[in-house]
């Protein structure tokens, strides 16, 4: 199969329904899990609460197209100690998410969706981001390949961190 050419931008206001998608996607990452329908996994608190208010200041997300297609997203969000997503470590420093649609994956839209958002991290004076994958995730070599390191375990999940002047793109 030829993969069609891929290319990533900046989100707009009304990507918010693909980030929400690739939101699903990445929370349903093995084809072991039982996926319910995305219309079903939206009325959940955990999924509303990590896409409440999307667009506020510090929120950073980045797209990938095929033609005519988004198929891809990567963005990060600042939170505090009271209201957090999974990978948190502290309120300066946000947390990273990535979906991919499945029929895309393993073709380096997820290494470029992560390089384009670091881009947008350093040009935005970000000096630190955090995210948390699951050790199984293969998304997790992309992670450590990156500058990703571990320094913490939450339940069955890692949190890696990636410091900017440890790391280089």
Same mark, same amino acid.
């Given at each position: 199969? /030829? ?7 900046? +989100? ?17 990452? %093995? ?12 009325? $959940?608190?955990?999924? $509303?609460?990590?896409?409440? +208010? ?7 997300? *980045? ?7 988004? *198929? =891809? ?6 939170? /505090?100690? %009271?209201? !957090?997503?999974?990978?948190?470590? +502290?309120?300066?420093?946000? #947390? ?11 073709? =380096? ?6 390089? !384009? ?15 948390? &994958?699951?050790?199984? +995730? &293969?998304?997790? $070599?992309?992670?450590?390949? #990156? ?5 913490? #375990? ?14 280089? &793109?």
């Amino acid at each position: 199969m /030829t993969t069609p050419p891929f290319t990533t931008r900046l +989100n707009t206001p009304a990507d918010l329904p693909v980030i929400e998608a690739m939101l699903f996607e990445a929370f349903f990452w %093995s084809p072991t899990y039982e996926r319910p329908a995305l219309e079903e996994f939206r009325q $959940q608190p955990e999924f $509303q609460k990590l896409v409440a +208010n999307w667009g506020r200041p510090g929120d950073r997300a *980045v797209i990938a197209e095929v033609p005519r297609q988004a *198929v =891809g997203a990567a963005w990060y969000r600042f939170w /505090t100690e %009271s209201c !957090h997503s999974y990978g948190f470590v +502290n309120a300066a420093t946000p #947390e990273v998410g990535i979906g991919v649609h499945p029929d895309y994956r393993g073709r =380096g839209m997820g290494r470029a969706l992560l390089r !384009h958002l670091l881009s947008e991290a350093r040009r935005s004076g970000v000096p630190a981001l955090s995210l948390s &994958v699951d050790p199984q +995730n &293969v998304a997790r $070599q992309l992670y450590e390949s #990156e500058g990703f390191v571990k320094v913490g #375990e939450s339940g069955t999940s890692w949190t890696l961190t990636r410091i900017e002047d440890r790391a280089s &793109v």
